[in-house]
């Protein structure tokens, strides 16, 4: 079956830093691979979609990377801000029978910016 | 606009109980889901629904029944709860455009005793 793995320790970073977070899936090809943010005590929040055609992605001081031979997306904050502390998830589509897209989440990263 | 709204936030049950988690929302979307998250686990996908009058099984169904009652609600309904059923309990909704964006709710936490 499909498995997401995401580096379950906590990330520790200096402000001002890049911080970079691993996804790695097997058994599987998606058609895309997202990213999403979460604050404790909230739901996660959508931040970027790759698709596996497009090798990187950028928005704002983020950046996602697709490897789809290495079965690995890597997603950059550069320039790490405090406010950039929390869990980030990624998370790949199935297609379901019903013709809707089901996901699957990987446990998530927890990142710690330091002033 | 609310997004996606659900209640409630936090509940308490004693083991046997039962109770529905009710999630709505005002975007017009047609696929809805309920996940639960524990500790160490992630996001595990509990139902799902394409569209109005269907639902289909996500990972980890036994113990929840769903409605789709029309585009806009979706319930899960513990019909008799029990203590590994303790949980956060998010709702979300697919939007249609090509980002594939789930909004999700904020959250039910649910203590099972």
């Known amino acids: 079956s499909q498995k997401i793995e995401q580096n379950s320790e906590a990330l520790n970073i200096q402000e001002g830093k890049t911080a970079t977070l691993t996804c790695n899936y097997t058994?599987?090809?998606?058609?895309?691979l997202q990213w999403y943010r979460q604050d404790p005590g909230r739901g996660p929040v959508f931040l970027l979609l790759?698709?596996?055609?497009?090798k990187e992605k950028r928005k704002e001081r983020l950046k996602v990377t697709f490897d789809t031979t290495l079965k690995q997306s890597l997603f950059h904050i550069t320039a790490s801000q405090p406010a950039d502390s929390a869990t980030y998830l990624c998370?790949?589509?199935?297609?379901?029978?019903?013709?809707?897209?089901?996901?699957?989440f990987g446990t998530g990263t927890r990142l710690k910016v330091l002033a | 606009n609310a997004g996606v709204t659900q209640t409630p936030k936090f509940q308490v049950l004693k083991t046997g109980q039962s109770m529905t988690l009710q999630c709505a929302q005002d975007?017009?979307?047609?696929?809805m889901y309920w996940y639960r998250q524990d500790p160490g686990m992630g996001l595990r996908l509990i139902y799902y629904?394409?569209?109005?009058?269907?639902?289909d099984k996500g990972e980890v169904p036994n113990g929840y029944n769903v409605s789709r009652l029309n585009k806009r609600e979706f319930s899960l309904r513990l019909e008799s709860a029990a203590p590994s059923q303790t949980s956060v309990y998010f709702c979300?909704?697919?939007?249609?455009?090509?980002?594939?964006?789930?909004?999700f709710g904020p959250g039910t936490r649910l203590t099972v005793t």
């Open positions: 998370a790949l589509p199935l297609l379901s029978t019903s013709g809707t897209y089901k996901y699957i």
């Open positions: 790759i698709r596996e055609n497009e």
């Open positions: 975007m017009n979307h047609n696929s």
């Open positions: 058994n599987y090809s998606p058609a895309y």
């Open positions: 629904s394409a569209s109005e009058g269907t639902t």
């Open positions: 979300a909704s697919l939007t249609g455009t090509a980002s594939y964006e789930q909004y």
